[in-house]
Nanobody, 127 residues
Framework: QLQLEESGGGLVQPGGSLRLSCAVSVESLDGYAIGWFRQAPGKEREEVSCISGNGDTTTYTDSVKGRFTFSRDDAKNTVTLQMNSLKPEDTGVYYC????????????????????WGQGTQVTVSS
């Protein structure tokens, strides 16, 4: 049973930055796809970014391209999501998740494709 723990959320003004981290309790991240999702009040959980299980492909939803950067540190079994130029519409609870099913490709992945989830961290972008 993998455990994931997110950190780094908070309140930030529009245009500001936050860095989210997700620590995964696993011997190795090799072969696992990692996704960041967010859920705004009253909306469905949506994929923000993902890294495929082979580590070759990182994808972003259109609304965050050029602003968010997803990185992975296999030595520490940690992934981070650097979020810059934040907008009010980025507000929501952010979750990291691990999948053993998305080895080659993960763009447009859906929540049901992920096996393990963190508890989520709140991000609020407001002046």
């Amino acid at each position: 049973q993998l455990q994931l723990e997110e950190s780094g959320g908070g309140l930030v003004q529009p245009g500001g930055s936050l860095r989210l981290s997700c620590a995964v309790s696993v011997e190795s991240l090799d072969g696992y796809a990692i996704g960041w999702f967010r859920q705004a009040p009253g909306k469905e959980r949506e994929e923000v970014s993902c890294i495929s299980g082979n580590g070759d492909t990182t994808t972003y939803t259109d609304s965050v391209k050029g602003r968010f950067t997803f990185s992975r540190d296999d030595a520490k079994n940690t992934v981070t999501l650097q979020m810059n130029s934040l907008k009010p519409e980025d507000t929501g609870v952010y979750y990291c998740a691990v999948s053993s099913h998305l080895f080659w490709y993960c763009e447009g992945s859906q929540p049901f494709e992920y096996d393990f989830w963190g508890q989520g961290t709140q991000v609020t972008v407001s002046s």
